[in-house]
């Protein structure tokens, strides 16, 4: 079956960048994208943006862009998510989901805890 | 950006209580909205897309319906399970926005 599985809790003073992993398991990794999306403490959900399994291509939310970049290493089934310039308001479970298109969200990641703090 | 409101927030409800959540959407957004559950320390998960259609696997007391502005998410027999919060997502264009998530909670 669908696995996806992120990597741990993550702690960054302000300014610093972080990097989420998400690795998949049980489905053809280029056969899908990823999105990454994030709630902070108490608060509803947000879509950062998404990146094709199959060639790379990606799209961020306005928001972020310019500080957060989605790659992938298909020969692991593994996106990656690094936000950079890190603010406390950054603070969020972040988490990745297999896209089945159109920005639908299947198969997520159990989140990753990252915490801005100086 | 689409705004996309749920009500009640939050829904208090007891065991075999027959739930609705309501999503309204600033614009139209024909019928591209999804529902997820959320439980603490868990993986979100997808219950219905495309307004009314039901994800695999996703017990068939939960149902959704609505198109256009206003949306439904209905569990037609509570269950001990169902206790979580759900929220609604539209993708009919970009950002694809939330609503600011149901809780429902014991009675």
């Known amino acids: 079956q669908v696995q996806t599985v992120q990597s741990g809790t993550e702690v960054k003073y302000p300014g610093a960048s972080v990097r989420v992993s998400c690795k998949v398991s049980g489905y053809t990794f280029t056969s899908y994208g990823i999105s990454w999306l994030r709630q902070a403490p108490g608060q509803g959900l947000e879509w950062l943006g998404w990146?094709?399994?199959?060639?790379?291509?990606?799209r961020y939310a306005q928001n972020f862009q310019g500080r957060l970049t989605m790659t992938t290493d298909i020969s692991t089934s593994t996106a990656y998510m690094e936000l950079r310039s890190l603010r406390p308001d950054d603070t969020s479970v972040y988490f990745c989901?297999?896209?089945?298109?159109?920005?639908?969200?299947?198969?997520w990641g159990q989140g990753t805890l990252v915490t801005v703090s100086s | 950006d689409i705004q996309m409101t749920q009500s009640p927030s939050p829904l208090s409800a007891s065991v075999g209580d027959r739930v609705t959540i309501t999503c309204r959407a600033s614009q139209s957004i024909t019928k591209w909205l999804a529902w997820y559950q959320l439980k603490p320390g868990k993986a979100p998960k997808l219950l219905i897309y495309q307004a009314s259609t039901l994800e695999s696997g996703v017990p068939s007391r939960f149902s959704g319906s609505g198109s256009g502005t206003e949306f439904t998410l209905t569990i037609s027999s509570l269950q001990p399970d169902d206790f979580a919060s759900y929220y609604c997502q539209q993708y009919s264009s970009y950002p694809v926005t939330f609503g600011q998530g149901t809780k429902v909670e014991i009675k």
């Open positions: 989901a297999r896209d089945v298109g159109s920005r639908v969200f299947q198969h």
């Open positions: 990146i094709s399994g199959n060639n790379g291509e990606t």
